[in-house]
């Protein structure tokens, strides 16, 4: 652990609870892309699958889940929040991901050190 990473992860962290309760206090996700955040859930999911075969240190697992479920919740709050879900405009929210997600699945079969489960994975 070294000064550069926390500081990293805290911003990171910072940034992320700012989002949350910019979203919670005006009940509105208005200027959010949902797809984007979707991206987000999908690289922290498929970064961290290593939870659960390997254990570096409390610190790493902690954020590692707080950095899932919290984007988690901004997913939830977009999608499912009766409030928050009425403000979110799908017809400025274009960016067609799933193209994206298919093409980094594709080079992530190809693109490995080992072709196992975890490894293609971490590449998407």
């Known amino acids: ?19 949350l309760l910019k979203i919670y206090a005006t009940k509105s996700c208005s200027g959010i892309s949902l797809k984007t955040q979707e991206l ?10 290593d939870l659960f075969t390997d254990f570096i240190s409390v610190y790493n697992t ?10 988690a919740a901004i997913v939830w709050c977009m999608q499912w929040h009766p409030v928050v879900k009425r403000s979110y405009d799908r017809e400025l ?7 994206l997600v298919g093409a980094c699945f594709v080079l992530a079969l ?3 050190e080992n072709f196992t489960f975890q490894e293609v ?3 998407l």
């Open 121 to 123: 994975f971490h590449f």
């Open 40 to 49: 987000y859930a999908l690289v922290f999911v498929t970064r961290y699958l």
């Open 62 to 71: 902690v954020m590692k889940l707080v950095f899932i479920g919290s984007t």
């Open 110 to 112: 190809f693109l490995h």
């Open 1 to 19: 652990m070294n000064i550069f990473r926390f500081a990293g992860d805290m911003f990171h962290l910072i940034s992320i609870l700012v989002l």
């Open 93 to 99: 929210d274009t960016f067609r991901h799933y193209f």
